[in-house]
Nanobody, 121 residues
Framework: VQLQASGGGLVQPGGSLRLSCLAS????????MGWYRQDPGDQRELVAV???????KYADSLKDRFTISRDNAKNTVYLQMNSLKPEDTAVYYC????????????????WGQGTEVTVSS
C-alpha cells in the first residue's frame, strides 16, 4: 500500500491550495483518512481527519479555513485550504488506516511522503 500526496507549492498569503492523496495497492477497505503537517523542528500536528462515513474532525484553529473531503470510489482524500497564512507553511502528510484483506490482521496505519506548502509573498 502507498499513499501519494500532491498539490503542494508556493502560494501568496490569502491564496488557496487543494491537496490530494491517493491510496493505492492491495486495499480492501479504508477507515479514517487524514492530513497532518509538520514544520522543521516541530512535532507533526493534526490538520483534519475524515471517516469512511464522512465524519470530519479538524484542528480548532483551522476549521474555518480548511475543508477535508474524500472520494471513497477513488481511495482519495482531499484538503482544500483557503485564506492561507504564512504560518500554514509546512510539509503536509496524508495518513490512512487501511485493511488490505477481508478477515486479515486488521487496520494498518500508513503515511504518505509529504507535500510541501509554502505561503509567502
Amino acid at each position: 500500500v502507498q499513499l501519494q500526496a500532491s498539490g503542494g507549492g508556493l502560494v501568496q498569503p490569502g491564496g488557496s491550495l487543494r491537496l490530494s492523496c491517493l491510496a493505492s495497492g492491495t486495499i480492501f477497505s479504508i477507515d479514517d483518512m487524514g492530513w497532518y503537517r509538520q514544520d522543521p523542528g516541530d512535532q507533526r500536528e493534526l490538520v483534519a481527519v475524515v471517516s469512511s462515513g464522512g465524519t470530519t474532525k479538524y484542528a480548532d484553529s483551522l476549521k474555518d479555513r480548511f475543508t477535508i473531503s474524500r472520494d471513497n470510489a477513488k481511495n482519495t482524500v482531499y484538503l482544500q485550504m483557503n485564506s492561507l497564512k504564512p504560518e500554514d507553511t509546512a510539509v503536509y502528510y496524508c495518513n490512512a488506516d487501511i485493511r488490505s484483506f477481508a478477515g486479515g490482521p486488521g487496520l494498518v496505519n500508513y503515511w504518505g511522503q509529504g507535500t510541501e506548502v509554502t505561503v509567502s509573498s
